[in-house]
Each structure stands twice: as structure tokens, then as C-alpha cells.
């Protein structure tokens, strides 16, 4: 698992042992359960805080609704970032630029031809010298996971990876299953 995601659970974990904590204490406190009188206030005095406190504690409330939103954003949108690779063997000579999108056409065009597969996306992401394949493939309810996996393993990969001319090429592989009704056929 990623550092982001790892970060990510972290965080919703924090946040939902705070939330039950917190729910605990207010149903024990209303139960009678702690020793608490209900009826009394949670600060003394009934004036007002000065007017600063008022609008920094509006601010942090703004700060952290625009965090939670770019947040929620961020769980909307799970793409990985793409990369578009650079090959200079002679730079007098010019350069040569290859988008990630281009590398992985081929490939999901043939993965999209394997046998109970609807739909196939992948991108090919993180720096040259270290990339991974990300895989995301569409399948029917009945279709076979570990076939696909092994003809992904023997003959998508290994295809891609000479045609990148690289030595290893790690892929993370998500199967979704088809809501269309009806079976292709092959």
C-alpha cells in the first residue's frame, strides 16, 4: 500500500475513534453514568468572548472546511499522475518524448481483446528510471480473475515491457465488474 493511502486510512481512523469518543462521553454524560451534572455549562461565565476570538475561530472553521474539501476532491479523482518520458542518447542530435498515454494504447487495446474483459485502462506512472503500471480492468460477473491476471502476468507485461525497453515494471491491477446486463461474446 502507498504512503497516501496509508495516510489516508490514518486519518479517517483518528477521526473516527475522536467521533466515537466523543459520542461515548455525551451518552455516559446523559445517562447519568459519569460523574457530571448534565445541567451544568462546559465554561463559566455567560459574556461574550472578545470580538478576535470570534473571528479566529471563524477562520480556522474556513480553513479547515477548504482542507476537508480538498480532501474530498482528492478521494473523487484517484488517477495517478502521468509522466511524459524524455530519451536523449545524443542531445546534439535532438530528443525524443514519449507520453505515458501513448505507451499504454497498445497494451490496453490488447488487454481489452482477452476473453471477458469489457473495458481496460492504464497508466503509466512515477519518474522513467522507476515506473509503475497502474491497471484498471472491467470484467463480466463469471469472468475468470486468475486467467486474466496470468495472461497479464505472461503476455501484456512482458510485451510492454520490451517495447519500453525496460528490465522490471511493477503493476498494480483493480478488477471492476460490468452493471451492463447480457455477456459479451468472444
Not at 472546511?65 to 474530498?72: D, G, M, T, Y
Not at 497479464?152 to 528490465?167: C, F
Request: proline share 8%.
Amino acid at each position: 500500500m502507498n504512503r497516501p493511502a496509508r495516510l489516508n486510512r490514518g486519518l479517517l481512523a483518528i477521526i473516527g475513534v475522536a467521533l466515537v469518543t466523543g459520542g461515548g462521553l455525551a451518552m455516559a454524560t446523559s445517562l447519568g453514568m459519569l460523574p457530571v451534572d448534565p445541567a451544568t455549562t462546559l465554561v463559566p461565565g455567560t459574556g461574550l468572548p472578545p470580538t478576535w476570538v470570534l473571528y479566529a475561530v471563524a477562520g480556522v472553521a474556513v480553513l479547515l472546511a477548504l482542507l476537508c474539501l480538498r480532501w474530498l476532491t482528492a478521494q473523487l479523482v484517484r488517477t495517478p499522475r502521468t509522466h511524459t518520458w524524455r530519451f536523449e542518447d545524443d542531445p546534439e542530435h535532438g530528443h525524443t518524448e514519449l507520453a505515458a498515454r501513448v505507451a499504454t494504447t497498445p497494451f490496453t487495446a490488447d488487454v481489452t481483446a482477452y476473453p471477458g474483459i469489457h473495458t481496460a485502462h492504464a497508466d503509466l506512472t512515477g519518474p522513467q528510471h522507476s515506473p509503475t503500471l497502474a491497471v484498471v480492468v472491467t470484467t463480466e460477473h463469471d469472468a475468470d480473475l486468475s486467467d486474466i491476471r496470468h495472461r497479464l502476468d505472461t503476455d501484456g507485461l512482458p510485451r510492454l515491457r520490451r517495447a519500453l525497453d525496460l528490465t522490471s515494471l511493477p503493476m498494480t491491477l483493480e478488477f471492476r465488474f460490468t452493471t451492463k446486463p447480457g455477456a459479451r461474446t468472444v
